[in-house]
Protein backbone atom coordinates (compact mmCIF):
# COMPACT_ATOMS: atom_id res chain seq x y z
CA UNK A 1 0.00 0.00 0.00
CA UNK A 2 1.53 3.73 -0.76
CA UNK A 3 1.18 6.26 1.16
CA UNK A 4 0.04 9.42 -0.43
CA UNK A 5 1.24 12.79 1.05
CA UNK A 6 0.52 14.87 -2.05
CA UNK A 7 -2.03 17.20 -0.19
CA UNK A 8 0.46 18.10 2.42
CA UNK A 9 2.22 21.35 0.85
CA UNK A 10 -1.41 22.62 0.04
CA UNK A 11 -2.46 22.48 3.28
CA UNK A 12 0.90 23.99 4.78
CA UNK A 13 -0.05 26.68 2.46
CA UNK A 14 -3.59 27.79 3.37
CA UNK A 15 -1.88 27.18 7.04
CA UNK A 16 0.88 29.46 6.23
CA UNK A 17 -2.39 31.89 5.06
CA UNK A 18 -4.71 31.41 7.97
CA UNK A 19 -1.98 31.95 10.37
CA UNK A 20 -1.10 35.04 8.66
CA UNK A 21 -4.13 36.44 9.65
CA UNK A 22 -4.71 35.02 12.56
CA UNK A 23 -1.61 36.11 13.96
CA UNK A 24 -1.87 39.64 13.38
CA UNK A 25 -4.83 39.78 14.61
CA UNK A 26 -3.44 38.25 17.76
CA UNK A 27 -0.19 40.90 17.85
CA UNK A 28 -3.04 43.79 18.12
CA UNK A 29 -5.97 42.67 19.80
CA UNK A 30 -6.39 43.24 23.42
CA UNK A 31 -6.19 41.23 26.02
CA UNK A 32 -4.71 38.23 24.27
CA UNK A 33 -1.60 40.35 22.12
CA UNK A 34 -0.56 42.81 25.13
CA UNK A 35 2.98 43.49 25.28
CA UNK A 36 3.47 42.30 28.88
CA UNK A 37 2.40 38.68 27.56
CA UNK A 38 5.79 36.82 26.41
CA UNK A 39 6.03 36.77 22.66
CA UNK A 40 6.41 32.46 22.74
CA UNK A 41 2.85 32.40 24.37
CA UNK A 42 0.91 35.07 22.02
CA UNK A 43 3.01 32.58 19.31
CA UNK A 44 1.26 29.44 20.77
CA UNK A 45 -2.01 31.05 20.86
CA UNK A 46 -1.94 32.20 17.13
CA UNK A 47 -0.69 29.04 16.50
CA UNK A 48 -2.84 26.94 18.28
CA UNK A 49 -6.28 29.36 17.20
CA UNK A 50 -4.79 28.39 13.27
CA UNK A 51 -4.81 25.01 14.18
CA UNK A 52 -8.35 25.06 15.98
CA UNK A 53 -10.33 27.03 12.75
CA UNK A 54 -8.30 25.28 10.26
CA UNK A 55 -11.54 23.43 9.23
CA UNK A 56 -13.45 26.25 9.42
CA UNK A 57 -11.59 28.68 7.36
CA UNK A 58 -9.73 25.97 4.60
CA UNK A 59 -12.66 25.63 2.52
CA UNK A 60 -12.79 29.40 2.13
CA UNK A 61 -9.34 29.03 0.46
CA UNK A 62 -9.11 28.75 -3.81
CA UNK A 63 -7.13 25.14 -4.41
CA UNK A 64 -4.07 25.06 -6.62
CA UNK A 65 -2.35 27.42 -4.76
CA UNK A 66 1.23 26.14 -5.35
CA UNK A 67 0.57 26.28 -9.00
CA UNK A 68 0.64 29.93 -8.99
CA UNK A 69 3.13 31.90 -6.30
CA UNK A 70 2.26 34.98 -7.44
CA UNK A 71 -1.27 34.60 -6.48
CA UNK A 72 -0.01 32.96 -3.19
CA UNK A 73 1.80 36.25 -2.06
CA UNK A 74 -0.61 38.20 -3.06
CA UNK A 75 -3.09 36.51 -0.73
CA UNK A 76 -0.72 36.47 1.62
CA UNK A 77 -0.48 40.10 1.48
CA UNK A 78 -4.20 40.50 1.34
CA UNK A 79 -4.15 38.57 4.50
CA UNK A 80 -1.62 40.19 6.36
CA UNK A 81 -3.66 43.74 6.11
CA UNK A 82 -6.95 42.02 6.80
CA UNK A 83 -5.73 41.07 10.19
CA UNK A 84 -4.13 44.20 10.59
CA UNK A 85 -7.36 46.30 10.08
CA UNK A 86 -9.20 44.30 12.25
CA UNK A 87 -6.83 43.95 15.27
CA UNK A 88 -5.88 47.46 15.21
CA UNK A 89 -9.87 48.43 14.97
CA UNK A 90 -10.59 46.51 18.42
CA UNK A 91 -6.95 47.84 19.74
CA UNK A 92 -7.68 51.31 19.21
CA UNK A 93 -10.79 51.04 21.39
CA UNK A 94 -9.01 50.42 24.31
CA UNK A 95 -6.46 53.78 24.29
CA UNK A 96 -9.75 55.26 25.25
CA UNK A 97 -8.68 54.09 28.88
CA UNK A 98 -5.01 55.82 28.34
CA UNK A 99 -7.01 59.09 27.24
CA UNK A 100 -9.66 59.08 29.99
CA UNK A 101 -6.48 58.11 32.94
CA UNK A 102 -4.64 61.35 31.12
CA UNK A 103 -7.93 63.55 32.02
CA UNK A 104 -8.39 62.29 35.49
CA UNK A 105 -4.92 62.36 36.43
CA UNK A 106 -4.56 66.08 35.08
CA UNK A 107 -7.90 67.22 37.07
CA UNK A 108 -6.49 65.40 39.94
CA UNK A 109 -3.14 66.64 40.08
CA UNK A 110 -1.41 63.15 39.73
CA UNK A 111 -0.25 63.98 36.01
CA UNK A 112 3.24 63.94 37.44
CA UNK A 113 3.06 60.73 38.87
CA UNK A 114 4.43 57.92 36.29
CA UNK A 115 4.62 54.72 35.76
CA UNK A 116 5.88 51.83 33.37
CA UNK A 117 2.61 51.14 31.03
CA UNK A 118 2.61 47.17 30.85
CA UNK A 119 -0.21 46.37 29.22
CA UNK A 120 0.09 48.03 25.43
CA UNK A 121 3.76 50.70 25.08
CA UNK A 122 5.49 49.66 27.58
CA UNK A 123 6.50 53.35 28.61
CA UNK A 124 6.13 55.64 30.65
CA UNK A 125 2.74 57.03 31.84
CA UNK A 126 0.09 58.41 33.92
CA UNK A 127 -0.57 55.73 36.72
CA UNK A 128 -3.95 56.55 36.51
CA UNK A 129 -4.14 55.48 32.80
CA UNK A 130 -2.11 52.29 33.78
CA UNK A 131 -4.32 51.31 36.24
CA UNK A 132 -7.20 51.63 34.01
CA UNK A 133 -5.62 49.87 31.27
CA UNK A 134 -4.59 47.22 33.44
CA UNK A 135 -8.14 46.87 35.13
CA UNK A 136 -9.62 46.40 31.54
CA UNK A 137 -7.63 43.63 30.32
CA UNK A 138 -8.79 42.14 33.67
CA UNK A 139 -12.02 42.83 32.68
CA UNK A 140 -12.34 40.89 29.19
CA UNK A 141 -11.21 38.12 30.71
CA UNK A 142 -13.32 37.87 33.90
CA UNK A 143 -16.43 38.90 31.86
CA UNK A 144 -15.58 36.50 28.67
CA UNK A 145 -15.14 38.82 26.48
CA UNK A 146 -11.98 37.00 24.86
CA UNK A 147 -14.59 34.40 23.38
CA UNK A 148 -16.57 38.06 21.79
CA UNK A 149 -12.86 38.30 20.24
CA UNK A 150 -11.98 34.94 19.33
CA UNK A 151 -15.42 34.97 17.70
CA UNK A 152 -14.30 37.97 15.57
CA UNK A 153 -11.53 35.66 14.15
CA UNK A 154 -13.69 33.13 13.63
CA UNK A 155 -16.46 35.21 11.55
CA UNK A 156 -13.71 37.15 9.70
CA UNK A 157 -13.51 34.02 6.94
CA UNK A 158 -17.47 34.70 6.17
CA UNK A 159 -17.31 38.71 6.33
CA UNK A 160 -13.91 38.92 4.40
CA UNK A 161 -13.03 35.79 2.11
CA UNK A 162 -10.14 35.13 1.39
CA UNK A 163 -8.69 36.45 -2.48
CA UNK A 164 -11.96 38.80 -2.63
CA UNK A 165 -11.64 42.60 -2.72
CA UNK A 166 -11.22 44.49 0.18
CA UNK A 167 -13.94 47.21 0.97
CA UNK A 168 -11.21 49.85 1.07
CA UNK A 169 -13.77 52.50 1.81
CA UNK A 170 -15.82 51.18 4.44
CA UNK A 171 -12.58 50.11 6.83
CA UNK A 172 -11.69 53.99 5.73
CA UNK A 173 -14.90 55.13 7.40
CA UNK A 174 -14.45 52.79 9.97
CA UNK A 175 -11.30 54.04 11.14
CA UNK A 176 -12.25 57.80 11.33
CA UNK A 177 -15.04 56.61 12.92
CA UNK A 178 -13.30 54.66 15.41
CA UNK A 179 -10.79 57.37 16.25
CA UNK A 180 -13.97 59.70 17.01
CA UNK A 181 -15.23 57.41 19.71
CA UNK A 182 -11.73 56.79 21.08
CA UNK A 183 -11.77 60.40 21.96
CA UNK A 184 -15.50 60.50 22.93
CA UNK A 185 -15.48 57.38 25.39
CA UNK A 186 -12.35 59.12 26.64
CA UNK A 187 -13.81 62.61 26.81
CA UNK A 188 -17.58 60.89 28.72
CA UNK A 189 -15.33 58.33 30.81
CA UNK A 190 -14.02 61.77 32.73
CA UNK A 191 -16.05 64.35 32.27
CA UNK A 192 -17.05 64.13 36.23
CA UNK A 193 -13.83 64.75 36.68
CA UNK A 194 -13.49 67.70 34.12
CA UNK A 195 -16.64 68.95 35.74
CA UNK A 196 -15.41 68.76 39.40
CA UNK A 197 -11.97 70.05 38.15
CA UNK A 198 -13.70 73.62 36.81
CA UNK A 199 -15.98 73.60 39.88
CA UNK A 200 -12.72 73.52 42.17
CA UNK A 201 -10.29 75.96 40.53
CA UNK A 202 -13.16 78.35 40.35
CA UNK A 203 -13.73 78.02 43.93
CA UNK A 204 -10.10 78.48 43.92
CA UNK A 205 -9.48 81.55 42.31
CA UNK A 206 -12.27 82.98 44.32
CA UNK A 207 -10.77 82.16 47.71
CA UNK A 208 -7.56 83.42 46.58
CA UNK A 209 -9.14 86.65 45.58
CA UNK A 210 -10.78 87.08 48.40
CA UNK A 211 -8.11 85.89 50.82
CA UNK A 212 -4.88 87.23 48.75
CA UNK A 213 -2.63 86.29 51.52
CA UNK A 214 -3.12 82.25 52.50
CA UNK A 215 -1.67 79.52 50.01
CA UNK A 216 -3.97 78.65 48.42
CA UNK A 217 -2.89 75.90 45.84
CA UNK A 218 -0.36 75.11 48.26
CA UNK A 219 -3.04 74.01 50.61
CA UNK A 220 -5.33 72.53 47.34
CA UNK A 221 -3.17 70.08 45.92
CA UNK A 222 -3.59 67.56 48.63
CA UNK A 223 -7.50 68.14 48.60
CA UNK A 224 -7.85 67.89 44.83
CA UNK A 225 -5.81 64.55 45.03
CA UNK A 226 -7.93 63.43 48.04
CA UNK A 227 -11.01 64.32 46.06
CA UNK A 228 -9.78 62.69 42.64
CA UNK A 229 -9.36 59.53 44.48
CA UNK A 230 -12.16 59.60 46.32
CA UNK A 231 -14.26 60.42 42.75
CA UNK A 232 -12.47 57.60 40.82
CA UNK A 233 -13.09 55.01 43.73
CA UNK A 234 -17.10 56.12 43.75
CA UNK A 235 -17.37 56.09 39.98
CA UNK A 236 -14.89 53.17 38.86
CA UNK A 237 -17.82 50.45 38.58
CA UNK A 238 -19.78 52.88 36.13
CA UNK A 239 -17.12 53.79 34.42
CA UNK A 240 -15.52 50.35 33.35
CA UNK A 241 -19.06 48.87 32.84
CA UNK A 242 -19.82 51.99 29.96
CA UNK A 243 -16.35 51.37 29.03
CA UNK A 244 -17.02 46.89 28.58
CA UNK A 245 -20.39 48.01 26.85
CA UNK A 246 -18.29 50.08 24.11
CA UNK A 247 -15.87 47.48 23.86
CA UNK A 248 -18.42 44.76 22.98
CA UNK A 249 -20.26 46.95 20.64
CA UNK A 250 -16.78 47.30 19.03
CA UNK A 251 -15.75 43.60 18.75
CA UNK A 252 -19.50 43.18 17.34
CA UNK A 253 -18.88 44.68 14.53
CA UNK A 254 -16.65 41.89 13.49
CA UNK A 255 -19.30 39.04 14.17
CA UNK A 256 -22.13 37.58 12.33
CA UNK A 257 -25.10 37.01 14.38
Do not use: C
Amino acid sequence: MTLQLAYLPEIAAVFMLMFARLGTMIMLMPALGETSMPMRIRLTIALLLTLVLYPVGAPSYPEGLLLNPLRLLLLMGGELILGFVIGLSAKMITFALQTAGVIIASQSSLAMALGTDVTNTGQQGALVSNYLSILGVTLIFVTDTHYLIIAAMHDSFAMFPPGSWMPVSDFAKMATETVANVFSIAVRMSAPFLVVGIVFYFGLGLLNKLMPQMQIFFIAMPVNIAIGLGLLLVLMTTMMTFYMGHLEEALGKFVLG
